[in-house]
């Protein structure tokens, strides 16, 4: 009579694939009819659950996530995205060309220090604004695509 | 080449084309992965509505984060990950246990169909009316694997109904590989207890 049963690991293991069972666990299951008769009721219990009805969504997932999704962005979104960017640089620089006399009396009235201090608030706040701007208008924008 | 590298290589031109704006590209990656997705989700969720919108915010992440997929795994297994990742984090909105503890899962669980069954009894003398017909022996495992724990559920589905090998479920569940393998012999083994008293196993 054996007494040193395979444990419910090694039999489970000897179901599923026996070429990677020790020799020793294949002698043994070989001899032993209590752990033959349970790796019968694993494999019996594998085949059941492998005949389980496979579940399934009851309604057109594909169709209600395609509905959801983002508008593809067109050719002329991207254009008009371009052509702005050019007006806004336009502007800046024909501004900057009729203002030049202006401009340059402004920085020679101006020590190098006080310009200084105030170009650099100015062009970090633009900077700031200008991201933030961009944050504002990537979320409006994902919350318009979306729901 | 290998049955994984091909998958990978099928995937690619899939998700460019997504990427390149065609949706329609992104309905065949649902259908692909709609079946994976729906044992996931069924195992772990129990409300239907609740399923439902699971299911569609799972494939609107996966829109969404397209541009980041690297191909390090299969497009399925990731498109996994965040259905599992979803439902966890329903799971854990819902404040519900997403494991059980192991001796009350293997040892406590014959009380409904014991009461229905009660093999022990002999009630199971008769041997004619103890012929289950094999639907009621499906429809007691289904019972059965409901009553596991959501990761339990899901893990057995996965090995033994997606054909997932464990490296493939533990990337899912983003378990260690180890973990994985021992909570599957706890699952399964948890069920044979369960199911031991109540016919013989011949009959499964």
Redesign the interface.
């Known amino acids: 009579m054996i007494d040193n049963h395979l444990t ?2 090694e039999i ?1 293991e000897y179901v599923l694939d026996a070429s990677q069972c020790t020799k020793v666990n294949l002698d043994h299951m070989q001899v032993c009819g209590h752990c033959r008769v349970k790796a ?3 494999k ?14 009851d ?1 057109d ?2 169709a ?3 509905e ?2 983002p508008a ?2 067109n050719l002329w979104d991207t254009y008009f995205e371009w052509w702005l960017a050019g007006f806004v640089l336009l502007v800046f620089v024909i501004g900057g060309y009729f203002l030049r006399t202006d401009l340059k009396a402004l920085r020679s009235s101006l020590t190098p220090l006080i310009f200084l201090l105030i170009l650099i608030p100015v062009l970090a706040l633009l900077v700031f604004l200008g991201f933030d701007m961009y944050k504002a208008y990537q979320k409006k924008m994902k919350a318009l695509n ?1 729901y | 080449m290998d049955l994984k590298f091909n998958k990978k290589l099928e995937d690619q031109p899939l998700v460019e084309r997504v990427l390149h ?1 065609d ?1 329609n590209a ?2 065949v990656i ?2 692909r992965t ?2 994976l997705v ?2 996931i ?3 772990m969720v129990d409300n239907k509505e609740d ?2 919108d699971i ?2 915010d799972v ?2 992440k996966v ?1 969404q984060s397209l541009k980041g997929f690297r191909f390090q795994s299969k497009l399925s297994t990731w498109v996994g990950q965040i259905a599992y990742n979803s439902a966890v984090n329903y799971l854990r909105k819902k404040k519900l246990v997403l494991v059980e503890n192991s001796s009350d899962s293997e040892d406590a669980g014959n009380i409904s169909l014991e009461s229905l069954y009660s093999a022990e009894n002999g009630s199971l003398a008769n041997e004619a009316e103890n012929i289950l017909s094999k639907k009621e ?2 429809g007691i ?2 019972l059965e ?1 409901d009553r596991l724990s959501p990761l339990f559920k899901t893990l ?2 996965l090995y ?2 997606e054909d997932l090998s464990y490296s493939e479920i533990a990337e899912i569940t983003q378990l260690p590989e180890g973990t994985v393998k021992s909570y599957l ?1 706890r699952a ?2 948890t ?2 207890n369960r ?2 008293p109540m016919y013989k ?2 009959q ?1």
């Open positions: 419910d690991i489970q019968t009721q694993y019996r219990l594998f085949a059941g659950i492998e005949g389980q009805e496979q579940a399934a969504f309604f997932l594909a209600l996530v395609m959801k999704l593809n962005k979306f | 704006g949706t992104f309905q649902i259908q709609e079946g729906a044992q989700i069924f195992k399923r439902k299911a569609q494939y609107l829109f022996l499906a495992l289904k694997i057995v589905t033994h109904n012999f399964r083994k069920l044979r199911l031991m196993m011949e499964l």
